[in-house]
């Protein structure tokens, strides 16, 4: 069994920032892909950002000039440093990871979401 236990949410003005973290608990072999979606009220869940094992990141186009995602692999733990907020930033967000539960197991795990707040 697999958890993501998310962190960092709550409310900020326009121009603000915010740090999430997501810490994977659990037995497992490692972890590929770590990242972040989001999703607004009335909106479908759109990707923000993800991380792989080697590092490799990919972005939102509308996000890549203000956010940065991380990773510790040793803490199993991803984080997304997110600047310059805007009102459309606002929507819950939620981990997700592809977890390589044991050899020839992989299996995609999502957090419960933290939410974001972006008004002034």
């Known amino acids: 069994q697999v958890q993501l236990v998310e962190s960092g949410g709550g409310s900020v003005q326009p121009g603000g920032s915010l740090r999430l973290s997501c810490g994977a608990e659990?037995?497992?072999?490692?972890?590929?892909?770590m990242g972040w979606y989001r999703q607004a009220p009335g909106k479908e869940r759109e990707l923000v950002a993800t991380a792989t094992y080697t590092g490799t990141t990919n972005y939102a186009d509308s996000v890549k000039a203000r956010f940065a995602i991380s990773r510790d692999n040793a803490k199993n733990t991803v984080y997304l440093q997110m600047n310059s907020l805007e009102t459309e930033d606002a929507a819950v967000y939620l981990c997700h990871a592809e977890v390589i539960v044991y050899v020839g197991l992989l299996r995609p795990y999502w957090g419960k979401g933290t939410l974001v707040t972006v008004s002034s």
């Open positions: 659990g037995t497992f072999l490692r972890i590929n892909t």
